[in-house]
């Protein structure tokens, strides 16, 4: 089974600065995905920024971008320039590659990301 | 595009009620998935869906049932309500492909007196 581990349950930082959310994971799986999303006070989930772990280079959305250390199983998420519509919870979510077993994606308990004006 | 919709937004149920939670989507996934958030635990797997007439447990499955009848359609059941339910429900859909993301529901919060 797959664990995911966000240590800091809650951050914040003042608007513009640059804040970096971490994420370790632990899996035996050689192929899976990393994702970050983002729930805003709407609720509504929504998709930051994913990393295919076959991939070396570090994705990047705009001002997100991620650090994937997959030999250290960490995946921490930089938001750059951030701004006060960056203010939600934060989770972490891992997902192994391949057919069988129950495929959806294990989640991280959050980081509650608080931008300050 | 609607997406993926979620009914009711909001539910309160007395313990041992039952209910029906939907989901429909209209993008045509074949997989399809609940899933349950509660305080400081993230979101859980409770069951999914491959395909029309596939369903499988997740992580979580105790409580629940689900069926798969349609493409567009994955109702979660609650046979008897407990207070242990008490949570907010996403609905999720994807592509078949593994790099496809999860479009999720906006979510139903539900409350078991």
């Known amino acids: 089974a797959q664990t995911v581990t966000q240590s800091q349950p809650e951050m914040s930082v003042q608007e513009a600065e640059t804040v970096t959310l971490s994420c370790t994971y632990d899996?035996?799986?050689?192929?899976?995905?990393l994702f970050w999303y983002k729930q805003p006070p709407s609720r509504q989930m929504i998709l930051v920024i994913r990393?295919?772990?076959?991939?070396?280079q570090n994705a990047t959305e705009n001002r997100f971008s991620v650090n994937f250390q997959k030999a250290a199983k960490s995946f921490s998420l930089k938001i750059s320039d951030s701004q006060l519509g960056d203010t939600a919870m934060y989770f972490c979510?891992?997902?192994?590659?391949?057919?069988?077993?129950?495929?959806?994606?294990?989640f991280g308990k959050g980081t509650h990301l608080i931008i300050q004006p | 595009n609607a997406g993926v919709t979620q009914t009711p937004k909001f539910q309160v149920l007395k313990t041992g009620q039952s209910m029906t939670l939907q989901c429909a989507q209209d993008?045509?996934?074949?997989?399809m998935s609940w899933y349950r958030q509660d305080p400081g635990m993230g979101l859980r797997l409770i069951h999914y869906?491959?395909?029309?007439?596939?369903?499988d447990q997740g992580e979580v499955p105790n409580g629940y049932n689900v069926s798969r009848s349609t493409t567009e359609d994955f109702p979660l059941r609650l046979l008897s309500a407990a207070p242990s339910q008490t949570s907010v429900y996403f609905c999720?859909?994807?592509?078949?492909?593994?790099?496809?993301?999860?479009?999720f529901g906006n979510g139903t919060r539900l409350t078991v007196t």
């Open positions: 999720a859909s994807r592509m078949d492909s593994y790099n496809s993301p999860l479009h």
């Open positions: 899996t035996s799986e050689n192929n899976y995905y």
């Open positions: 990393q295919e772990a076959y991939k070396q």
């Open positions: 979510a891992f997902m192994k590659h391949g057919g069988g077993g129950a495929d959806g994606l294990t």
């Open positions: 993008m045509n996934h074949e997989y």
């Open positions: 869906s491959v395909g029309a007439g596939i369903t």
